[in-house]
Nanobody, 115 residues
Framework: QVQLVESGGGLVRPGESLRLSCLVS?????????VGWYRQIPGKRREWVAQ???????DYAPSVEGRFAVSRNNARNMVYLQMDKLRPDDTAVYYC????????WGQGTQVTVSA
């Protein structure tokens, strides 16, 4: 069974940075899957933020393009989201998941951007 564990969130001020991590376990040939990052604000739908493909191409939502960067370490079954120039509207719970076939969501990691 695939398990997703996100970590690295926290409370930061506008303009600061955070690096989120996603550990994917129980997925054979992890390197062949695109992995996405999503975020959700309470009371709103979960939205897609970014993804990294199996050939290391990153795709981004317009709201984070140029500020966020996604990367992966296939040897460790890890995907990362480097978030720079954070803004208050980036505040959300962040999740990762397999793009081609969503698995049960992890617990997410809270990111709060506030002065």
């Amino acid at each position: 069974q695939v398990q997703l564990v996100e970590s690295g969130g926290g409370l930061v001020r506008p303009g600061e940075s955070l690096r989120l991590s996603c550990l994917v376990s129980g997925l054979a040939v992890f390197e062949t899957y695109a992995v996405g990052w999503y975020r959700q604000i309470p009371g709103k739908r979960r939205e897609w933020v970014a993804q990294i493909t199996s050939n290391n191409r990153g795709d981004y939502a317009p709201s984070v393009e140029g500020r966020f960067a996604v990367s992966r370490n296939n040897a460790r079954n890890m995907v990362y989201l480097q978030m720079d120039k954070l803004r208050p509207d980036d505040t959300a719970v962040y999740y990762c998941n397999i793009m081609s076939s969503l698995r049960p969501w992890g617990q997410g990691t809270q990111v709060t951007v506030s002065a």
